[in-house]
């Protein structure tokens, strides 16, 4: 075998993939899968740039002791050169690619396609490149739904969006489709810089798979800043009505300037001729098992074509794909320990179990404690006191899972799940817990919150455990008894 893996894609998974393998001893080809000679990154970088934007502005207003009253009446984001900073990085992956190249991938430009004859290979131009095995790691593209009179209003997709050199012609009532994480994030962003948003969802809620309380500070902070979210919300048709664009989602009606969409994804599979060698594929994704393989064993997938779009996923599905690549193929993925995080203001980040999954398998065998941000010192100097973050442990102390919602939770989940994944635990012996730092953390500092979750543990199983609580009374009460006499 020419390699001993090829990676397909230009994506972030891919340079990493491509990157870990090298490192790990591996021969290794990565096909781009793109016949241009640069990769414009621009999307992604003025996302994040508008986000921390708009976080600074945002703070500004709610610390007006930081500013004079006056300057917090003129801060407004300068788009134009917030996208001129972001293009002058379009390099990033060029960069990346070239260090590839130098610690020996082997980096081809240009579109490939599998083929099965006479043996399994994957064909760029004149060269026909065969490997051990593969990993299928490219980008999607949002694209525009399906909608009778789509074709009357102004639709852009997420990628769309950053296209342009400001955002003003958007207009001021904006409406964005879907349910996900980004769409969340996306929404309070642009409510922030003085757009009309409205959130169409199509659940009853938006993040089900979270903690209703969590999602409710979230969804009360959307609100608060202006997004209007409807629930439930099928979109049904877009008419012209007396030189006003009409929107019917459900049973309202909704004059709206412009759709952002970014709910359904265009993986271009066809390119790669997969049914030609057995990948079975739909509009999520590719399907894999477990063990990231497609049904074709000796290939494999991850990230966006498979339809998982966090970065911490992601991260995890290319540890266990190069595990069975380059060792044995009996290593499976296992979401649990992978931390969630919602990148709105404020943060949510939670792992492991919500409370109605823990009651469902352990009844009342369980301790769910919560300690709020606005007893943090540091939060209270930072004025960020929104928000709490929340443990569910067994009777044992393990931390069966963990929901913080608030300032800086990205960076507080992290110490939680390392010791999720160690298998550390709080101590069993309540009294011993209160006399210790279960978690040792730096006080002033946002992460104090994380000790004084797991003294709110320790204080609930001194109280349902009476007789080690009885125990302590009586001990003291014979120390005071020998103090007198």
Request: glycine share 6%.
């Amino acid at each position: 075998m020419e390699y001993d893996l090829v990676v397909i894609g230009i994506s972030r998974a891919a340079i990493q993939a491509a990157e870990k393998a090298t490192l790990l001893g591996a021969r290794v080809a990565l096909i781009t899968q793109t016949t241009e000679n640069y990769i414009d990154n621009s999307c992604e970088n003025n996302y994040f740039s508008l986000k921390e934007a708009t976080s600074l502005i945002n703070k500004v207003k709610y610390n007006p002791w930081l500013f004079p009253t006056s300057l917090n009446n003129r801060l407004e984001i300068n788009f134009n050169l917030l996208n001129r900073i972001n293009n002058s990085h379009i390099s990033t992956i060029e960069n990346s690619l070239s260090q590839l190249a130098i610690l020996g991938v082997d980096v081809i430009w240009g579109k490939g396609e599998f083929c099965r004859l006479p043996k399994q290979a994957f064909i760029v131009g004149s060269r026909k490149l065969r490997s051990r095995n593969f990993l299928i790691a490219i980008n999607s593209h949002f694209k525009i739904p399906s909608i009778p009179g789509i074709e009357l209003i102004k639709c852009l997709t997420y990628d769309d969006l950053w296209q342009a050199e400001d955002l003003s012609s958007l207009g001021d009532k904006l409406a964005i489709f879907g349910s996900s994480i980004l769409s969340l994030e996306l929404a309070q962003i642009l409510a922030r810089i003085g757009k009309k948003v409205i959130l169409l969802v199509d659940s009853s809620r938006i993040l089900p798979q979270e903690e209703l309380a969590a999602i409710m500070v979230i969804q009360a902070q959307l609100e608060a800043d202006g997004v209007d979210i409807i629930t439930n919300a099928t979109v049904n048709q877009i008419r012209k009505i007396a030189g006003e664009t009409w929107l019917e989602a459900g049973n309202k009606a909704l004059v709206i300037d412009t759709i952002i969409a970014q709910e359904n994804k265009d993986f271009n599979f066809e390119e790669l001729n997969l049914q030609g060698v057995g990948v079975q594929h739909n509009e999520t994704g590719i399907k894999v098992n477990a063990k990231l393989q497609t049904t074709n064993g000796s290939i494999y997938a991850c990230g966006d074509s498979i339809g998982i779009f966090s970065d911490s996923f992601v991260e995890h599905q290319i540890n266990i794909a190069l595990k069975n690549i380059l060792l044995l193929p009996r290593f499976k993925i296992d979401y649990v320990l992978t931390p969630r995080i919602v990148f709105t203001e404020p943060t949510l980040a939670s792992i492991g179990m919500i409370e109605t999954q823990a009651r469902r398998q352990y009844g009342d065998k369980i301790y769910v404690v919560r300690e709020y941000f606005k007893n943090i010192i540091k939060s209270q100097i930072s004025g960020q006191t929104t928000g709490w973050c929340q443990f569910i442990i067994n009777s044992q102390g393990k931390i069966l899972g963990c929901t913080i919602v608030g300032d800086r939770a990205e960076e507080l989940i992290s110490t939680i799940a390392v010791i999720m994944h160690h298998k550390l635990k709080l101590s069993n012996h309540p009294i011993k817990g209160l006399l210790k730092r279960e978690i040792i953390t730096i006080e002033p500092s946002v992460s104090a919150i994380l000790q004084k979750t797991a003294i709110s543990f320790q204080k609930q199983k001194l109280q349902r455990q009476k007789n080690q609580l009885n125990w302590l009374k009586t001990w003291l009460k014979i120390k005071r008894k020998f103090s007198k006499s």
